[in-house]
């Protein structure tokens, strides 16, 4: 099968570069969805993170109750912000996140 | 074995690339959901099954569908974003895998040598159900938490509103 020990190295390369694709999606973009994608994004880094280190340390399975508790946590929080994004959408007619100034002081 | 391992983690990368640049939401959603698959892919490599089960059925599954819902309730707005972020994206993206890939050759020469693969005891359901009760809990009061939230979003307004 697959050598652990050696891959680590590589899944964190990996895991670095999809937190780095999520920050750049978060900082460049201005579309409330596409905000929501990048947090996705680093959600799968922090995974594929969270796994190569419990397989590496023995602990795959709790590892993947770690993993399970962080989607489902995952999920609620992408569902809420949906729900938001669906109401901003009704009250302002837009998905750029500049327009949303009516909470400033 | 080890060249589908690769594979796998390379359209990871490439599909989330496609995620975060593509300007159609629709697609980038979709984009999102091979990325998912893909690393459901990487774990089961890892020998994480119920980890991988889990990353298709909820992320690649609920996630792409609440998703795709969103963008269709959505649809009226013309807002496009600028083209910089994608113009400048890939010189901030090689300068990353260049420094990224200097820490981890600068890492793997002081870490102490990780040892074989050795199987966690015991199952998994003991693990999920017994180690990581009170986990569990917080899964539920999430899950409720997430309920209310919903519901309080999408209520019925009221005159005074």
Known sequence: MINLPNDFYLNLIFAFILFFLGLYCLLSMRNLIKLLIGIE???KGVTLALISASSVKGLILTGQSLVITFIVVEVCAIAVALALVINLYRHTGSLDVKKLTKLRG | MQELYLISLCALAFFSVLAVLLKDLLKA?????????????????MKAYY?????????????TVLFVSTIGLTRGDDFKESKLPVYIFPLFFIWFIIIDILIMYLL????????KWVAEPGKFGNVFWQKRTFDLLAQIGIIFAGVFSVLALFRKRDKND
């Not at chain 2, 979709?30 to 690393?39: C, E, G, K, Y």
């Not at chain 2, 980890?51 to 996630?63: P, Y």
């Not at chain 2, 793997?108 to 040892?115: A, F, N, R």
């Open chain 2, 29 to 45: 959603a979709l984009s999102l959901m091979a990325a998912s698959v893909f690393l459901a892919v990487v774990l089961f490599f």
């Open chain 1, 41 to 43: 994004v680093i959600a």
């Open chain 2, 108 to 115: 793997l020469s002081k870490m102490p040598p990780l040892t």
């Open chain 2, 51 to 63: 980890a991988g089960v889990f990353e298709i059925s909820v992320v690649a599954g609920l996630i």
